[in-house]
């Protein structure tokens, strides 16, 4: 009962706080359109078998020319130290993951208008033994926002290690430099080529700063700004031909000695992805990155009944640098 009149009192005090007090603001800055952003993070990369993750650092260069066309780079590389494939295989490996591309997007559908935006300009909190009061001054100001619906493509060279762990099904043959047939049990091998995406980019950007204060009491809020930028991407994925390392050298602690995949494994060619990336688009912002989808590359399962193939799923964190 303490617990529900606490959450009680908090949410009425909470949104029962209009503030209809009379705010002057200044608008110092309302242009979501920017010429280009910078940047680099570190992401968590993970297909959906055991012990097929890694850690990522990755770059990423963008230029907006205008509103309608934007282009960019991209650099991807596994952190050797943090690359379970490469831990956890029996075999060496000369070769993480990478991925490098060049992406271009023509924005068909571009419209920017002014929309009631909540700006906060201050928040207090009076806690007691039974309750949390939050008193939060705020106001509802006509920001511009850009929506923006485009299509986009990338080309560029992917590669990746792959650990045959047997969840479901042995993925490779493995044969030692006598011919005679091993265990491919946490055997491992890289697979690369190029691969292009198209499909659709929605993109949604506020930039919206102001100098507000009390006209009532006087009190200055100073500088306050709702500044932030999201973009989704849903694209298919294709790698007309998929190279497979197929002569592996044993770790020293495993014997060492060269073994041979001897049939090339069977190849997906086709994938899908939806990838997000929200940030702040201050002069140094920070920002999330999700993606998931199906890759092309060496065919493998994720479940029993061999439904579900090659899912993957990569998660991160960025800082950008926006003008």
Known sequence: ?????????????????????????????????????????????????????????????????????????????????????????????????????????????????????????????????????????????????????????????????????????????????????VSSLNYGTSFSGLRFSGGIHFSIAQNFVINAANSETGERYGRKSVRNKTEVFVEMLYMPTVAVETNLIAKPDNGGGAFTINQKPDIKNLGWRLMVESYTTGIAGIGLRFEFGARPGIKYDISSAGKLKNMYLAAGFFVALSK
């Open 1 to 181: 009962m303490k617990t529900i009149f606490s959450i009680l009192i908090t949410l009425v005090v909470f949104f029962s706080n209009a503030n209809a007090q009379a705010i002057n603001y200044e608008v110092i800055k309302d242009n979501p359109s920017f010429i280009g952003h910078i940047k680099a993070g570190v992401a968590y990369d993970a297909d959906f078998t055991k012990n097929n993750n890694r850690a990522l650092y990755n770059f990423q260069l963008t230029a907006n020319l205008g509103e309608r066309v934007a282009i960019s780079g991209e650099f991807a590389k596994a952190y050797k130290k943090w690359d379970r494939v490469r831990e956890n295989a029996l075999n060496e490996f000369s070769k993480s993951y990478m991925n490098i591309n060049g992406r271009g997007t023509f924005f068909f559908k571009v419209d920017n208008q002014k929309e009631d935006t909540r700006v906060s300009l201050k928040k207090t909190e009076t806690s007691s033994a039974y309750y949390t009061l939050t008193n939060e001054t705020y106001i509802f100001a006509p920001a511009s926002t850009m929506r923006k619906i485009g299509l986009t493509g990338s080309a560029g060279f992917f590669r990746n290690n792959y650990l045959d762990n047997h969840k479901y099904d042995s993925v490779f043959q493995v044969t030692d430099q006598n011919g005679s047939t």
